[in-house]
């Protein structure tokens, strides 16, 4: 098991922004790929955005792309999704999630591992 605990969200009017963290404690983060996914109620779980291992490479949802910015830090065993220009429509649960694996993936159901997830909402 890899704990992942997420942090960062919050209420936000429109346009506002904020960063979310993701951490592991007690393992290392940097033999997985992460992503960030979302969850609104009476939605199915949709992707947001992943990273490699390295940091090298970094995939996004269209909906939030050149929005939302992924992030590693391998050092200090955290994963962060920096928003901004936020929208209404962004409002859910997300999830931090890790997978042993080199690629980008964008289903979650090839995810091992899940946070608890933290509440974004977003007012207009």
């Known amino acids: 098991q890899v704990p992942l605990v997420e942090s960062g969200g919050g209420l936000v009017q429109a346009g506002g922004s904020l960063r979310l963290s993701c951490a592991a404690s007690?393992?290392?983060?940097?033999?997985?790929?992460m992503g960030w996914f979302r969850q609104a109620p009476g939605k199915e779980r949709e992707f947001v955005a992943a990273i490699t291992r390295s940091g090298g490479a970094t995939s996004y949802a269209e909906s939030v792309k050149g929005r939302f910015t992924i992030s590693r830090d391998n050092a200090k065993n955290t994963v962060h999704l920096q928003m901004i220009n936020l929208k209404p429509e962004d409002t859910a649960l997300y999830y931090c999630?890790?997978?042993?694996?080199?690629?980008?993936?964008?289903?979650?159901?090839?995810?091992?591992?899940w946070g608890q997830g933290t509440q974004v909402t977003v007012s207009s």
């Open positions: 007690g393992h290392t983060l940097s033999t997985y790929s």
């Open positions: 999630a890790a997978v042993r694996n080199v690629l980008i993936l964008r289903d979650p159901w090839r995810y091992d591992y």
